[in-house]
Nanobody, 123 residues
Framework: QVDLVESGGGLVQPGGSLRLSCVVS????????IGWFHQAPGKEREGVSC???????YYPASKKDRFTISRETAKNTVYLHIDKLKPEDTGVYYC?????????????????WGKGIRVTVSE
């Protein structure tokens, strides 16, 4: 059983930055990829970033400038750093475990999902 727990969300002002954390239990990070996904209100969930088991990182073209994914193997934790936050970054962010091999987010195959963490970007 693989469990993923997100943290670090909340209310943030536009232009600020945020770091989300995803703590993984049940397997080490060298076993699979971890992806971050965003679901804005009323929209489909979309892939934001993914870090593979070999630490390769992938970003859809629209996410390359403000999003950074990283991991801390000793803590079995993956982070998503978001800079210059915009109101459209509002929504629920999920981390998930599975596989990713390119920047094309719809190709990422995830088997396990966290419950999500809410981020609100507003004055």
């Amino acid at each position: 059983q693989v469990d993923l727990v997100e943290s670090g969300g909340g209310l943030v002002q536009p232009g600020g930055s945020l770091r989300l954390s995803c703590v993984v239990s049940g397997h080490t990070l060298s076993y699979f990829a971890i992806g971050w996904f965003h679901q804005a209100p009323g929209k489909e969930r979309e892939g934001v970033s993914c870090i593979s088991f070999d630490e390769s990182t992938y970003y859809p073209a629209s996410k390359k400038d403000r999003f950074t994914i990283s991991r801390e193997t000793a803590k079995n934790t993956v982070y998503l750093h978001i800079d210059k936050l915009k109101p459209e970054d509002t929504g629920v962010y999920y981390c998930a475990a599975g596989g990713c091999y390119s920047d094309y987010a719809p190709s990422w195959g995830m088997d396990y999902w966290g419950k999500g963490i809410r981020v609100t970007v507003s004055e």
